[in-house]
């Protein structure tokens, strides 16, 4: 038999911190990927914090094997002497199947369990995986004599990850998110890119080929559009995610010089109901922070419709438009966004304050 509903609000070791029963929605539109091992890099940290919503230590690949132990030193001499302030404090540690990730778990728990915010498994391809960790980061916070939880979020990138999504999701009231690795997860599918997220030139649909006197011009130019490789799977993971009351992320964008089509990709993933993607290098924090507040223009519009809703029942027509109920609730998860982010970042405090409370409202 599987675990009953009240298992899940006791420790699962004696002495460790009672597991939450909401994840907190706390801002994490850019996870900031740095290696803890690498000097240029972590003498960074410090002035990212306050810049970025989450700063996450990696320990897993782009490490190289010989600089495993440096990086993990590396992670907890950061951990000891920042202070995070409003930026959280994550790490990647290594595969559950090599050979450093247990003394990646049992180093970083008791030397800055305290820091940690959230634990990022890679690889993750079943609930007994997440189960496996949530029972020894129990142990371990029993015995470092920590008082909150620390969270777990897997990366979805094996095919049979993708297949277990929901049982990955509801296996922990440590579980705080799921992120896309379209790079593993296309190797593990087999899948023929060789990059790293983004699109592909060869996956497209093409208008169909004109007819000129009754044939067909099969040579004739036509129109066709690139089309979004992980469509599917971010939009399985958007529906698991929300369905468990935690919180979906687009990955990687390997194309650092591209920014603009990261910043195309990362808006899909925004509009589809990601709350962040990761930042390899400075520039895409600029870009996921931007991406993932929303524009003053939703803001406003969203606030026309709560105050012209007023209960938030029957509908009215603005601007042409009909609004009810349903836009009303659409309307209000982009006004809770916007509060969680003005919490956090002044400049959108000053440009959200700066939208007229009542706003009129012309009715048709
Ligand atoms: C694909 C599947 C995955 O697992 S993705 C997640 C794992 N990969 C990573 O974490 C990669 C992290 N990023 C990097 O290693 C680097 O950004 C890469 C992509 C190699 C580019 O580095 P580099 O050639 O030095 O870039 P650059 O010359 O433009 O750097 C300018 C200055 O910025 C620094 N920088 C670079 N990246 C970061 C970073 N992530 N965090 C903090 N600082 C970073 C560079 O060290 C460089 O510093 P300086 O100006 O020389 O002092
Ligand atoms: O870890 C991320 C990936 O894309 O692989
Ligand atoms: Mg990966």
Redesign the pocket.
């Known amino acids: 038999m599987t675990r009953t509903a009240k298992d899940f609000f006791a420790p699962l070791a004696v002495g460790a911190p009672a597991p939450l029963r909401e994840i907190p929605a706390r801002p994490s539109r850019a996870i900031?990927?740095?290696?803890p091992g690498?000097e240029?890099?972590a003498a960074?940290v410090p002035d990212m914090v306050g810049t970025v919503d989450v700063l996450l230590g990696?320990l897993?690949?782009?490490v190289k094997a010989e600089n495993k132990e440096k990086s993990r030193q590396g992670l907890v001499d950061i951990g000891r002497a920042t202070d995070f302030g409003p930026t959280q404090f994550w790490t990647r540690i290594n595969s559950l199947d090599s050979p450093w990730v247990l003394d990646d778990l049992t180093t970083l728990v008791p030397e800055i369990g305290d820091k940690l915010d959230v634990i990022m498994v890679p690889k993750v391809q079943g609930a007994e995986d997440i189960h496996y960790v949530d029972r020894l980061l129990a142990q371990l916070e029993a015995k470092a004599g920590l008082t909150r939880p620390i969270l777990v979020h897997a990366i979805l990138e094996t095919a049979r990850g993708v297949a277990n999504i929901e049982e990955i999701c509801a296996a922990s009231p440590r579980m705080q998110g799921l992120s896309l690795?379209p790079?593993?997860l296309a190797a593990d599918r087999r899948m023929k890119t060789t990059r790293?997220g983004g699109g592909h030139p060869g996956y497209l649909v093409r208008q169909d080929a004109p007819k000129v006197g009754g044939e067909t011009q099969y040579d004739a130019e036509r129109t066709s559009y690139q089309q979004d490789l992980w469509h599917y799977t971010i939009a399985r993971m958007v529906d698991a995610c929300a369905m468990h009351g935690i919180y979906p992320y687009y990955g990687?964008f390997?194309d650092?010089l591209d920014t603009v089509a990261c910043e195309d990709q990362f808006r899909n993933a925004f509009l589809l109901g990601c709350v962040g993607a990761?930042s390899?290098?400075?520039v895409q924090i600029t870009i996921a922070n931007k991406v993932f507040s929303p524009s003053v223009e939703d803001v406003t519009h969203a606030r026309r419709v709560i105050t012209a809703m007023g209960d938030g029942t029957g509908a009215v027509m603005i601007d042409g438009k009909m609004e009810d109920d349903a836009s009303v609730k659409q309307c209000q998860v982009m006004v809770a966004l916007a509060e969680e982010l003005a919490a956090i970042d002044p400049e959108l405090k000053k440009q959200y304050a700066a939208i007229p409370d009542q706003v009129e409202v012309h009715q048709s």
């Not at 900031?32 to 290696?35: A, G, I, S, V």
């Open positions: 900031h990927f740095f290696d690498n240029k890099m960074k990696n897993e690949d782009a690795g790079a593993d790293v990687p390997g650092i990761w390899l290098h400075p």
